[in-house]
């Protein structure tokens, strides 16, 4: 009788409380993804603050720098954080090929302005500006060079998405990792952003 | 791939037309930022700064969620903002 009234036994991961758990990771990895940019963003700060004061303390020429070109490759750049948003609306929606289809077009934005940053430099390598050339170019070639670093690290990290999503990892529920790489691709943009402005049209 | 390419969850809200709207906006901006380098002196670099301003705060409001995030993930994200245009500020009044 006694056994009658006994409430079945409780799984020791029931589905909601694994989902809670999976919620409750990803919240906690986005906090620290938002850590990591704001650091970031001293970093890229410290580094433009340094690059301003070489420009307006010692008026270094930068008529050598190609506007319309690097207005393009930003722009490229900014159809890569389009097509990234996409690529997690899409997951979110559960259309898993149309994430895959933006995925590969972001990774290919990104490699086209790596492609055009890289000959943006030779470039600059035959008209006599070098990093050691003078205070404008080790400061413009470190800030440059130092965001084209993070744009290939994010390309590797999309191509790693990818792959996943290619492997059916991520769906409607579990796409955390997407919006990730996705936080991380936007803030390299919004670097971008303020890069052009201040290096290539002030 | 196991999942179809069909079906439409409707538990994530889409923004899509927003991020649509949005992309439209920044290629503009850009667009309007390199116009604007052939104009005057005394309304060029203020002009430049506002719509870096914009632009930047369009891609982390809307693309990076931060309108739909806690007020938690703002604060974060104020903070070495506030920070970095004091730095500028005050290197700016270093190099004078």
Redesign the interface.
Known sequence: MAQETMTPPVAAHPPAAHAADHHDHGEMQ??GI??F??SE??LF??L??GY??AR??YAEPHHVLN??LT?IS??IL??S??T???AL?SI???????FLRFTALSILFGALFVGLQLNEYMTLYHEGLTINANVFGSTFFALTGFHGVHVIIGIFWLLRIFIRG?N?KY???DNWGIEMA??YW??V??VR??L???IY?? | MNTPDTHEHPKHESHEGTYIGIFAILGALTLAEVIITYTAEAVRYPLLVLLMTIKAILVVTFYMHLRWEKRFYIVIIAFPMVLAALVALAVQQLVR
């Open positions: 986005k906090t938002w850590l940019l704001v963003t001293m700060a410290v433009l603050t301003m004061m307006w303390k506007v319309q207005a930003t722009f900014l159809m954080s389009f990234v948003v996409m609306s979110q929606a559960g259309r898993r090929v149309r290619f059916g769906g409607p529920d996705g936080l936007h803030f943009v919004v952003i303020f052009f402005t201040i049209l002030f």
